[in-house]
């Protein structure tokens, strides 16, 4: 069977002095998936657009800003991800450059900047504490990984650059 994940983008905005990251608080609707976790910033890719064009849309509608300066620092498969066992294949990126102030809060959530060393402390995704270390690690190589999930639990973790 042919693999066919759902396209998205995860971004994660920086602070100008480097030392803190937004995160969004997925706490605004009790259906979601993700609720009570905190996430980057990001979602689906729309068929009209490529990779980085919807990074830059997902960070406007979800922060209020304009990226200047954004580096892609992986891709992840996530086979089994979504809500309904469905794959998804992420393009990540780090936002180091951006014009404008970020909301406060949009529809999925709170917008909270969270000091870098914090970011293991939140709740989020089992599996996001396995990539997060190589989002913001000092190799300018990307990472290429897959994460298998099942019934919304991680299986495993590889990756390569």
Avoid: Q
């Amino acid at each position: 069977m042919p693999y066919t994940p759902i396209v998205a983008t995860l971004g994660y905005v920086l602070s100008p002095d480097g030392e803190r990251v937004l995160m969004l608080h997925r706490n605004a609707r009790p259906d979601d998936h993700h609720l009570g976790k905190y996430n980057g910033l990001g979602g689906k890719i729309e068929p009209d657009e490529d990779v980085l064009a919807g990074m830059r849309r997902e960070i406007r509608e979800e922060a209020g800003i304009e990226c200047e300066e954004l580096r892609l620092r992986g891709t992840i498969s996530w086979p089994g991800f979504g809500k309904h066992g469905e794959d998804w294949l992420g393009f990540l990126f780090v936002v180091t450059r951006y014009a404008g102030t970020p909301i406060e809060r949009n529809p999925e959530g709170t917008l909270e900047w969270v000091a870098l060393g914090d970011l293991h402390t939140l709740p989020m995704w089992e599996g996001d504490r396995n990539f997060l270390p190589l989002v913001f690690d000092g190799d300018p190589r990307p990472f290429h990984g897959v994460m298998p999930y099942r019934d919304g639990r991680m299986l495993s973790w590889r990756y390569s650059r």
